[in-house]
């Protein structure tokens, strides 16, 4: 069962594959670049999509279902769009028994079929903001994938929303990415920088395409979400306009925004180790294991013992008792540990003679006698303290491995050693950009918010112009 | 806004797309025979989906997602199963600007991906039972489709179960088929039949297929539910066997079983009258919608003692206040009409002085003036009466429509007439099934449990022959 684990010292690709496959988050299916989300990895993205439902809600969204399959005509309807999505899709030529008169995309993203019912939706300013949601399978045609962060099939959310100003529709988007950030911080604990793409690295269609970008424990960026002010791109493309208040007509303001089960590979890459995934408690499908220690002869006393905790904690925690008597306790605790359950509590014949148990923090491997009455509250605070802790890891491990840089020398250095978030002074010309990821093979992953400030006075890492933007630098998934 | 809703009596199929569109459930979308899921639409779904998952859970089924896509290769290993499903396939020929070696099929269900899974998860008896759910779209290409009832994608669950045993599947088989039932029944206040289905209706590679199935309003049978027990017939196609307890080697037993967003539309038609729709209580998005009536001078008044109620209720029921002065009140009782909320409550300035509200069900049009003080627990209370009322109502109109048969020209001039559902004793035989199907458009929507005990010494009312079954007959969707 339990297999090997890869060490990360020895590869972190191995390492990292190792977990979803053995941890059985996730197989290869039979479809190349497509994947099996195994129950325990489902469990894991269900828990996401319910806490980011509950904050789309909260900020006044509403869900609908637009279709799968897109005519190739809409996509061409907006030039950057269908530049950007055209050579990943998959296309539909036959349905019924017939060849289609038309081909049928599968969507890779849903900007246009949406924007071609909100011309039917939208007339007047009473008629906005729009604001819908999608949880859906997109379709991506990939040649280098990855189980959860780069899949030709994946899931997600796309918010789709509609506005009467461009303020309205860049509020809207920058509300979404504070949004990702808070969810990324406070239920992934995971940190992340916040801010907007370089023109080479938006969306092929937004005007401006911010994102959430975390660091992974190789030191690559993750981009775990993206949000795109559209400007009027789609509403020209699809000819959506309404009536002003004012009694004028205008094209209708645009958004979108989403969050991927990428999500699902950039939790298991920031927190797990080499025993297996580490879950942050909040989006944990188990949050306690009991694993009762016994031999033939005490084993009905401490069944009893495991069972009463058990029946105690259920009604406050997501909680398993673990009596299975075909393996031994220490084949019970790898096994928990390797699924990232975070605190496992371990009871024998001994523990029952003092009234206590043994609570066991899958982040740190600490062991915590606690007096069995206390159990119930002691395993409250302790899911909260691994919560803020596997945070506090993550942002000590960043800051330690974001540097700042102000020559071309350092810069290629600090790639060529163990790299990490490289923050420098960058002229902003699509040149420096594109020398930078020849030479290094790192990318801008989001220029801060109030970057231009701070380059002020500044020169660019890459030609000694002057610098109009600090941007952070790193590899990237 | 609120269009004409063409009457039931002039044309049943128009008042169902009349309510579909007018209370926004749906829309037509751009590519043939798919539909837009719209907000309200949508919201009913959820509340579907939530109470169904959480089922499916209690009954320790975890959920997963498995690919769209499946290697037309795959389809044609189950002999029933190609002949039934191929010709309804959407085929992906091009992926990444290249024509793929093989084709893939957009799934019309996903037995043979997932049996294609097991056989690398189960070895032994130890990997059993397996108890799986995905939801998800599937397309089926469909020449004449219907808003919900009938579209080329759709939205549904599936279930696919495996088992040690032909006992245990077919316990499971009709523990989902009872989970369905209690389903219809007590969110959806929809009396189900549930039996078998005959040979001829049954799911393309199953051993059995059972069914619940309602009577609509217009009295044709709506199949709600589908529950199979597929024998060995997958594990066979894909070679999955294992280890049994006692050392020797067998091939999985399976199931599988599944409800789509064609729940909707049965709602919809089940309940809704020429006002538009009408919502259980259970699965209604909003289950009340306070409706200030005011002039200029007492607005502030009114929407004081309005919004008051308002938070009062807040934490108990899904509420809202129209406070919106573009409309009128009489205005605003239609739309919540047509949107189906099950309780409006009006208040004015009168109902202010005498400190009361006036509620009013939406199911009988019934107003009842209560002190506002006791409105939070009436409302609880008329809530339930509602859907049991609509369950009452719905049962009596199936009963009423139910015809015990023992001639062939009684069933003849019964679905010649209003028709409905016909219980006659049936041969057993194919030939009698398609005569009926041909001269009268009405199938065999149902074997009920028992049927066989019952149908001794009858004859079949097509043939004169003796007797194996009582059938229910009728027309359908």
Redesign the interface.
């Known amino acids: 069962m339990a297999e090997r684990i890869t060490p990360r010292s020895e590869s972190y690709s191995d390492w990292y594959v190792d977990i979803v496959l053995n941890a059985q988050l996730a ?1 290869y ?3 190349k670049g ?6 325990r990895g ?2 894991v ?2 828990r996401m999509q319910s806490a980011l439902d509950a904050m789309f809600k909260e900020t006044g969204h ?10 190739e005509s ?1 996509l061409k309807k907006e030039a950057e769009h269908v530049e950007g999505f ?12 017939e060849e289609l008169e038309e ?2 995309v ?1 969507r890779p993203t849903s900007e246009t ?1 949406i924007w ?2 909100y011309k ?2 939208i007339q007047s300013y ?1 008629d906005l903001p729009l604001l ?1 949601n999608q949880w ?2 997109v ?1 991506r ?3 280098r994938t990855r189980l959860f962060l780069r899949t ?2 994946f ?1 997600w959310q796309e918010g789709h929303t509609a506005h009467a100003s461009a303020e309205e529709a860049r509020e809207e988007t920058l509300r979404m990415l504070e949004v990702y950030r808070r969810f990324a911080e406070e239920y992934m604990a995971l940190p992340v920088l916040t801010g907007v793409k370089s023109e080479a690295e938006k969306f092929a269609g937004a005007v401006n395409t911010y994102a959430i970008e975390a660091m992974m424990q190789d030191r690559k960026a993750l981009q775990a979400g993206t949000s795109h002010f559209l400007g009027q791109n789609f509403a020209k493309a699809f000819d959506v306009t309404f009536q002003t208040a004012e009694g004028g007509l205008d094209h209708v303001w645009a958004t979108s925004w989403g969050v991927s089960t990428r999500l699902v590979g950039a939790l298991i890459m920031a927190h797990s180790d080499d025993k297996g995934l580490v879950l942050p408690p909040k989006l944990a499908p188990v949050e306690v294991a009991i694993v009762p220690i016994f031999k033939n002869q005490t084993k009905t006393e401490v069944l009893a013992y495991a069972d009463k905790l058990n029946q105690t904690l259920k009604g406050s925690y997501r909680v398993v008792l673990d009596a299975d008597d ?1 393996n031994s306790p220490g084949w019970k605790f790898s096994q928990w540990e390797l699924y990232g359950v975070p605190i496992r509590v371990e009871c024998g014949p001994k523990d029952m003679q003092n009234n206590q148990v043994v609570l066991v923090r899958r982040d740190s491997g600490e062991k915590l006698p606690v007096a069995i009455s206390e159990a119930p509250q002691r395993i409250g605070v302790l899911l909260q303290q691994i919560q803020q802790s596997l945070y506090d890891r993550a942002l000590e491990f960043r800051e330690a491995n974001t540097r700042d840089i102000d020559n071309y020398d350092d810069l290629l250095a600090f790639f060529e050693n163990d790299g990490g978030f490289a923050r420098a002074a960058w002229s902003g010309s699509v040149e420096s950009e594109a020398r930078i990821k020849a030479e290094t093979k790192a990318t801008i992953r989001v220029l801060p918010f109030g970057n231009e400030q701070e380059a002020a006075g500044k020169r660019c890492v890459v030609t000694g112009e002057p610098a109009r933007h600090m941007a952070i630098f790193a590899r990237s998934y």
Chains 1, 2 share one sequence.
């Open positions: 197989d299916s039979p479809v497509t994947m099996v989300i195994r129950p489902y469990a993205w269900e509403q869900n609908a279902y637009f279709p799968l399959l897109i005519p809409f055209a050579p990943e899709c998959a296309v539909v030529t036959h349905g019924g028994g081909p049928l599968i079929i071609s019912m039917k939706w009473r819908i859906c399978n379709l045609w990939e040649k030709t099939e899931l075909n």
